[in-house]
């Protein structure tokens, strides 16, 4: 099993971090209007915020580091990898098509939406890629049992929470009136699922390098079926 490196634990550390940091610097730095169990995190940096490069930077470097961490964790397998560098590229994108002052912006809601079902669906595309036993550079055992964050019950509940948490979102989006509580909820899930697939990805490969070598065959020659009766 390949080691995940320090840096990216840094990466997948730092993405819940900067999430809350830029919603609250930025929300701080608005009128007495805004209201974040009303409004969303998209004002933050939409044309009509207040130094809406503080929302918008900490969403760059959030999608970087999703993104970091998709190149570093080999262990949830090319498809999922995809995903989630889908999901931080998205994350990246929504500095291009801010949210308007007033209305909707089209452009934002696709980039938007392609950025929410890439990083809840990106659990489950590992899940479905590992069969039960997997090879022995994906796994955390020679028995081929992957790490825990990989195991098919274990994603696909952690993707079912997410969509739920993100319908949520478009529930309140449509009629409700704590649509920045639930936006900020799902993010903040989103963004910690990726640290404990880190996590899991290098203690099991620590447990991997930590068994004992497998003790030597003893000399002589080999037993077996086609051995027996050879002297007759």
Same mark, same amino acid.
């Given at each position: 099993?390949?080691?995940?490196?320090?840096?990216?634990?840094?990466?997948?550390?730092? @993405?819940?971090?900067?999430?809350?940091?830029?919603?609250?610097?930025?929300?701080?730095?608005?009128? =007495?209007?805004?209201?974040?169990?009303?409004?969303?995190?998209?004002?933050?940096?939409?044309?009509?915020?207040?130094?809406?490069?503080?929302?918008?930077?900490?969403?760059?470097?959030?999608? &970087? &580091?999703? &993104?970091?961490?998709? $190149?570093?964790?080999?262990?949830?397998?090319?498809?999922?990898?995809?995903?989630? @560098?889908?999901?931080?590229?998205?994350?990246?994108?929504?500095?291009?098509?801010?949210? =308007?002052?007033?209305?909707?912006?089209?452009?934002?809601?696709?980039?938007?939406?392609?950025?929410? !079902?890439?990083? $809840?669906?990106?659990?489950?595309?590992?899940?479905?890629?590992?069969?039960?036993?997997?090879?022995?550079?994906?796994?955390?055992?020679? $028995?081929?049992?992957?790490?825990?964050?990989?195991?098919?019950?274990?994603? !696909?509940?952690?993707?079912?929470?997410?969509?739920?948490?993100?319908?949520?979102?478009?529930?309140?989006?449509?009629?409700?009136?704590?649509?920045?509580?639930?936006?900020?909820? $799902?993010?903040?899930?989103?963004? !910690?699922?990726?640290?404990?697939?880190?996590?899991?990805?290098?203690?099991?490969?620590?447990?991997?390098?930590?068994?004992?070598?497998?003790? =030597?065959?003893?000399?002589?020659?080999?037993?077996? =079926?086609? &051995?027996?009766?050879?002297?007759?």
């Amino acid at each position: 099993m390949r080691a995940v490196p320090s840096w990216a634990v840094a990466t997948a550390t730092a @993405a819940p971090a900067l999430l809350v940091a830029g919603w609250t610097v930025a929300g701080a730095r608005q009128g =007495p209007g805004y209201d974040p169990v009303r409004d969303t995190i998209s004002e933050l940096a939409g044309e009509g915020a207040t130094d809406p490069w503080l929302m918008g930077g900490a969403l760059v470097l959030l999608g &970087c &580091c999703y &993104c970091a961490t998709a $190149a570093a964790l080999h262990a949830a397998g090319l498809p999922s990898r995809f995903l989630l @560098a889908v999901g931080g590229v998205s994350t990246v994108a929504l500095i291009a098509f801010p949210r =308007p002052q007033v209305g909707g912006s089209p452009a934002h809601g696709v980039v938007a939406t392609v950025a929410v !079902l890439a990083l $809840a669906l990106w659990p489950a595309g590992t899940a479905l890629r590992l069969p039960r036993r997997v090879p022995r550079e994906v796994a955390a055992s020679p $028995a081929g049992r992957p790490p825990w964050a990989f195991r098919r019950p274990v994603a !696909l509940a952690v993707t079912a929470v997410l969509l739920v948490l993100f319908g949520w979102s478009v529930a309140e989006v449509t009629g409700g009136t704590r649509t920045g509580l639930a936006e900020r909820v $799902a993010a903040l899930a989103v963004t !910690l699922w990726p640290l404990a697939a880190v996590l899991s990805a290098r203690r099991a490969h620590r447990h991997w390098t930590a068994r004992p070598s497998d003790p =030597p065959r003893p000399d002589g020659p080999p037993i077996g =079926p086609g &051995c027996l009766g050879a002297g007759t």
